[in-house]
């Protein structure tokens, strides 16, 4: 990809993927698990960006979570908190104005 | 024991160190690595691992994601470790040239101890008093960041001028043949000086008249001063020819710097037994305090325009 679209991408990254985490995290979910269900869903992340913004998430109050040393491999298991929905929820609203702001343009102006 | 996970998980704490939380980040990634080896390869072995922490990153750069947001000065402060450091050099500056001329060491308590210093001295010590200034400005401004609070740092109106200081602009031909002509005077003055160091071991005579000629200044002073006068003229002719080339402010700094070496090589010459021509004795505190004040004006300008060119390079560097 050429570098100044990656540079783009990750910008416009950062917030889509605070979403995106706040969404998935409604059961409770580790990092891994949540790499692959992105992957899955048709979407990449950098893993080495996950942990940081969970960990942020966290720090704020908006994630919680918790160890489970039950199997062979610990894990790390994070959900969101009540918090978290209220962020979740102001968050998806500011989306949904940009896409049909978007959508509009788009459907107004043909040559973009 | 996985030694390839081990030397990279120790790399990425390496960078991480002074959070407390290190060991937990740790811990998780060293989770993620574990469980994606075994998903995507079948195993966890050396070979899957190594693939496995290329795919997840530069230790330096992971760490980098998890210190994103701690900033050392904030950028709206950036700008004053440049202003400050000036400010506080400046007045650093002034008093080493005072501590040369009065040949004294004085101190202001808690804030200043100037020892006593000639010219070579100050010229290592300088350096030294700018590092101790800049670091200085950047434990307040660290301070100032980490407080999180929204602090306007004072900063005086004449400021305005100098954050507004435009690059030079191209030069016109006019401007061009100024410095030519500037240039050629120069050379010429430093030809003229050459021809008569070299002849009579002084520059300073009362008359022209080569087959006699009477020195002003006594021969050890004569020629030492002579040196330094011709150093000063041959250095203005160098900056000239250099300003033909480049408009690049840097010439002026080192101009600015050579300026005042040279200045004050010449403040710190003994004043007594200096004339070898008659002068009357109370003509002598006059000439004496006359000289100083001209030298000392000339040396703050030239400080003036130095701080003003520093700025100007700093803040180019930060717009960078």
Redesign the interface.
């Known amino acids: 990809m050429n570098p100044e679209i990656a540079n783009f991408e990750t910008e416009m990254n950062r917030g889509f993927l605070q979403i995106l985490v706040l969404a998935l995290l409604e059961e409770e979910m580790?990092?891994?698990s949540m790499v692959?269900t992105i992957r899955e869903l048709g979407y990449e992340v950098?893993?080495?960006?996950l942990?940081?913004l969970l960990?942020r998430l966290e720090k704020n109050g908006w994630v919680k979570s918790k160890w489970d040393l039950r199997e062979d491999?610990?894990?790390?298991f994070y959900v969101i908190t009540a918090s978290g929905r209220k962020l979740r929820h102001e968050l998806l609203g500011i989306w949904r104005k940009q896409d049909e702001v978007l959508k509009r343009i788009l459907k107004e102006k043909t040559h973009v | 024991m996985y030694k390839k996970l081990d030397a990279y998980l120790e790399e990425i704490s390496h960078f991480l160190s002074g959070r407390e939380e290190r060991e937990e980040i740790l811990a998780e990634i060293r989770s993620h690595i574990l469980e994606k080896a075994a998903q995507e390869f079948g195993e966890v072995t050396e070979e899957a691992l190594e693939k496995v922490i290329a795919a997840y990153g530069p230790a330096r750069r992971v760490a980098e994601k998890y210190l994103e947001g701690s900033l050392i000065i904030a950028p709206a402060y950036r700008r004053f470790l440049f202003r400050y450091t000036a400010l506080l050099f400046s007045i650093h500056f002034l008093f080493t040239v005072i501590a040369i001329i009065s040949k004294r060491s004085f101190i202001m308590f808690p804030f200043i101890y100037m020892p006593r210093l000639g010219v070579a001295e100050a010229i290592l010590y300088l350096p030294t008093a700018f590092l101790t200034d800049l670091g200085i400005v950047a434990i307040v401004l660290y301070f100032v960041t980490q407080s999180g609070k929204e602090i306007k740092l004072p900063w005086p109106r004449f400021a305005v001028d100098l954050e507004e200081m435009k690059a030079p602009a191209t030069k016109t031909l006019l401007k061009r043949v100024g410095i030519l002509v500037g240039m050629t005077v120069m050379l010429a003055l430093t030809g003229v000086a050459v021809w008569l160091y070299t002849k009579f071991q002084t520059i300073f005579l009362v008359n022209f008249n080569l087959e006699e000629a009477r020195p002003i200044l006594m021969p050890e002073p004569g020629r030492r001063i002579s040196l330094i006068i011709i150093a000063m003229f041959a250095a203005a002719t160098l900056s000239l020819f250099l300003k033909l080339l480049t408009s690049s402010r840097w010439v002026n700094v080192v101009s600015n710097c050579v300026s005042l070496t040279l200045i004050g090589l010449i403040l710190s010459q003994p004043f007594d037994n200096l004339f070898a021509i008659d002068v009357p004795e109370r003509l002598l505190p006059n000439i004496k305090h006359g000289l100083t004040v001209l030298l000392l004006f000339i040396a703050i300008m030239t400080t003036i325009d130095l701080i003003k060119n520093l700025v100007y390079l700093g803040r180019k560097k930060l717009a960078k």
Do not use: V
């Open positions: 580790y990092g891994f692959r950098e893993e080495n960006t942990y940081p960990r491999r610990p894990r790390k």
